[in-house]
């Protein structure tokens, strides 16, 4: 079956360090983005790609960087820099030419600061 | 900015009754309106989505309701089951231009459904 897969679902980061989320995706969707999800915020982008070696920041970009050098995936660098990286990490993809049709979610990483 | 604006934030609901969830919105090129499901610990799932010809779509329990002119879009959740206890998200995107695909999100309404 098709689909999304993140890994690792938990991960726990010690302060100062870079952590690597990764996100794989077996749909043929040319386009995959990076959403955070705090409790009472909602989803909020940081950084998406419409096609593989290319890619934009979304809302809250900064600490965090990403590469697209393969169509399938999508990995996403939590740095040093981001103050506050305690928070839900959800990968998406959707379909090329279809707006909104076939948003596909991952099942997520939990990323905690120890 | 805001792009989608969702509320209530949480609903509490007996089984059996209504649950409606009210999103608005302020760009007009908007063009497709998705609801998603999410369970704790889960990504979230599509629901159901609507696009602005139609002022309404009904799946099974499910139904959205479309006011294009006061630019507003709301959930219904007919006879709610303790199963449907979830966070909801509204979503809106538009077709056309750089940002392709991209969705905005509303910031979720966290629904419970008491037995």
């Known amino acids: 079956d098709g689909g999304i897969t993140q890994s690792p679902k938990y991960l726990f980061r010690k302060e100062g360090q870079n952590v690597t989320l990764s996100c794989e995706q077996n749909l043929n969707h040319d386009a995959m983005y990076w959403y955070r999800q705090d409790p009472g915020q909602g989803l909020r982008l940081i950084y998406y790609?419409?096609?593989?070696?290319?890619?934009q920041k979304g809302d809250i970009a900064e600490g965090y960087s990403v590469s697209r050098e393969k169509k399938e995936s999508f990995p996403l660098t939590v740095t040093s820099a981001q103050k506050n990286p305690t928070a839900f990490y959800l990968c998406?993809?959707?379909?090329?030419?279809?707006?909104?049709?076939?948003?596909?979610f991952g099942s997520g990483t939990r990323l905690t600061v120890v | 900015q805001q792009q989608v604006k969702q509320s209530p934030q949480s609903l509490i609901v007996q089984k059996g009754g209504i649950s409606i969830i009210n999103c608005a919105y302020e760009n007009t090129a908007f063009d497709y309106f998705p609801w998603y499901q999410q369970f704790p610990g889960k990504g979230p799932a599509l629901l159901i989505a609507i696009r602005p010809d139609v002022s309404e779509k009904k799946e099974g329990r499910f139904t959205i309701s479309f006011n294009k002119s006061a630019k507003q879009f709301s959930l219904h959740i007919m006879d709610s089951q303790p199963g449907d206890s979830a966070t909801y998200f509204c979503?809106?995107?538009?077709?056309?231009?750089?940002?392709?695909?991209?969705?905005?999100f509303g910031r979720g309404t966290q629904l419970t459904v008491w037995p």
């Open positions: 979503a809106a995107s538009r077709g056309r231009g750089s940002t392709l695909g991209r969705l905005y």
């Open positions: 790609s419409q096609i593989v070696n290319d890619f």
């Open positions: 998406a993809s959707s379909k090329p030419g279809a707006p909104g049709y076939g948003y596909t």
